[in-house]
């Protein structure tokens, strides 16, 4: 059975960074697609970014496009989420998740794995 492990959330200043990590274990995350979605309280999960593992084909939300990357280590199994530019209204949980297909990426549906999510707070 697949596990995911989301880190690397915490507090940031509006403007400021963070990197957080999605680490698979239980299988391989070869030939699947990784995304990472957020859900702020009161509001629907939201895709934020999505990358195919076999092809590194990577996908962004309009809202955070240039801002925040998304990338992939096969050999380690693992997804980051490089995020810059920090704006209160990315504050959320930020889960990643794993599906077969990249083609409706943002769908919640898609995805078949889940990690316990991990908190940003964008805050002065």
């Known amino acids: 059975q697949l596990q995911l492990v989301e880190s690397g959330g915490g507090l940031v200043q509006p403007g400021g960074s963070l990197r957080l990590s999605c680490a698979a274990s239980?299988?391989?995350?070869?030939?699947?697609?990784v995304a990472w979605f957020r859900q702020a309280p009161g509001k629907e999960r939201e895709g934020v970014s999505c990358i195919s593992m076999s092809y590194g084909t990577t996908y962004y939300a309009d809202s955070v496009k240039d801002r925040f990357t998304i990338s992939r280590d096969n050999a380690k199994r693992t997804v980051y989420l490089q995020m810059t530019s920090l704006k209160p209204e990315d504050a959320a949980v930020y889960y990643c998740?794993?599906?077969?297909?990249?083609?409706?990426?943002?769908?919640?549906?898609?995805?078949?794995?889940w990690g316990q999510g991990t908190q940003v707070t964008v805050s002065s």
């Open positions: 239980g299988g391989t995350l070869d030939y699947l697609a």
């Open positions: 998740a794993v599906g077969l297909d990249s083609s409706s990426w943002s769908a919640v549906s898609v995805y078949d794995y």
